[in-house]
């Protein structure tokens, strides 16, 4: 198999997506609780370097071999250029990504009933504006989260944001998916 080393110059090359480096910068310099694209850092105090994951439903159209250098040019541009000399790892997922390679297994879900002060429309605008993605097959936005206590956070913005709304949501916790196996004889 080949070995191909590629040198400083050829990673900062500019990027097909400068409106996404743009974007992203903007997010790192004024971040909010709620919505995309979510930055995961974690930081490593023995090296001093940090692995960063952005989750966002933008980077659906990006190949994967961009999106570690839009994460890089965005920090530079939200931080400094020396930023990249810490940064060990910069990784770009949709939010079905993440979901595939097991980092988002909690998800909101709302529970309507007839009776409920809410309807379903209400319930996607507000998951929509909380950060639900609409790339999952068939297109319904789901919310996902990391962790139980992200999901509870985000069911109290849902509740701000969607008062009467309390009784409706319920976090579900995928405990393993079951794939198929094939035929058996």
């Known amino acids: ?5 590629r040198g400083r110059e050829q990673a900062a090359q500019s990027t097909r997506f400068p409106g996404l480096v743009d974007a992203l910068a903007h ?8 919505g995309q694209p979510v930055i995961l850092e974690q930081h490593f105090s023995r090296t001093g370097k940090m692995r960063v994951t952005v989750l ?5 159209d990006v190949p994967h071999e961009e999106r570690a250098e839009i994460i890089l040019k965005a920090y530079e541009r939200a931080e400094d250029q020396n ?11 949709t939010f079905p990504e993440a979901y ?19 309807s379903a429309e209400d319930c996607r605008k507000a ?4 950060g639900a993605s609409i790339l999952f097959p068939g297109g319904k936005p789901e919310l996902r989260f990391a962790s139980e206590k992200e999901a509870v956070e985000g069911i109290k ?9 309390q009784e409706v949501w319920a976090v579900v916790q995928e405990a393993g998916r079951i794939e198929p196996i094939g035929e058996l004889e």
Do not use: C, Y
């Open 27 to 34: 997010e790192l310099k004024q971040t909010h609780e709620f």
């Open 127 to 130: 998951m929509l504006e909380e």
């Open 100 to 118: 595939e390679a097991g980092l988002l297994p909690f998800q909101v879900i709302p529970l309507l009933r007839k009776v409920d002060p809410v």
């Open 157 to 165: 913005r849902l509740v701000k944001r969607l008062p009467a709304s």
């Open 83 to 93: 930023v990249r000399e810490n940064v060990a790892l910069a990784v770009g997922l």
């Open 56 to 60: 966002w439903d933008k980077w659906d």
């Open 1 to 5: 198999m080949p070995r191909i080393v």
